[in-house]
């Protein structure tokens, strides 16, 4: 393969690392946020498509499992792991409400719902917010760039400014460590 095809990969993640780290203060808040309300009994759901479903799931593995350190589980649900939920409902209301449904099912006041995506346009993702609108949830989207829709329904959005969607995956992918990381100091009481 053509070395300047990886040089460039490697260029453009690094200057959109560069803009990435001015946002580390959002995934902080996030951690410390998230860290009190699945202590308090509430729980987290996550959804995305494609790469981001993986990254979505990645970060709820992490919170009912462990990131580093062992500590107790936390509950946390991948909206799409459940294939036989989100095919039926694919099926009988269509795609855009396979998440929704499900939030609307398992979401309650308080939880968090975290949604990823690199157009930040998908219509089931947006759909899925309304619905946690309606529950009383707080919504955080992972996106690209803004403005996007996704972003401006969030409560809260970190938008990772890259053209490629490799690279806003990529970045993503350090977001969830860093939010895992966040999360673990927060409900262990470090700095």
């Known amino acids: 393969m ?45 959804a ?5 479903a993986a990254q979505a799931q990645h970060l709820t593995a992490e919170l009912v499992g462990r990131y ?9 649900l991948a909206l ?24 609307l099912a398992h979401g309650r006041q308080d939880d968090v719902l975290i949604l990823l995506s690199t157009s930040g346009a ?6 899925a917010a309304g619905a946690a609108r309606r529950c009383g949830m707080r919504v955080w989207s992972m996106t690209g760039r803004e403005p996007n829709p996704l972003a401006a329904t969030a409560d809260s959005a970190l938008c990772v400014d890259a053209e490629s969607p490799a690279t806003v995956q990529e970045l993503h992918l350090v977001a969830v460590h860093m939010l895992c990381e966040a999360f673990d100091h927060a409900v262990d009481g470090s700095p």
Do not use: K, M
């Open 80 to 103: 799409h792991a459940d294939t036989s939920s989100t095919t039926a409902i694919a099926n009988d209301y269509g795609v855009q409400e396979v998440f929704a449904r499900q939030v």
């Open 2 to 46: 053509n070395p300047t095809v990886h040089s460039r990969h490697c260029d453009e993640l690094l200057a959109a690392l560069a803009g990435f780290r001015a946002d580390c203060g959002t995934v902080q808040r996030w951690g410390g946020e998230l860290a009190g309300r699945l202590s308090g009994g509430g729980r987290l759901l996550a």
């Open 68 to 76: 580093r350190e062992d500590r107790p589980p936390f509950s946390a």
């Open 122 to 127: 998908s219509a089931n993702l947006l759909s």
């Open 48 to 52: 995305g498509n494609g790469g981001s």
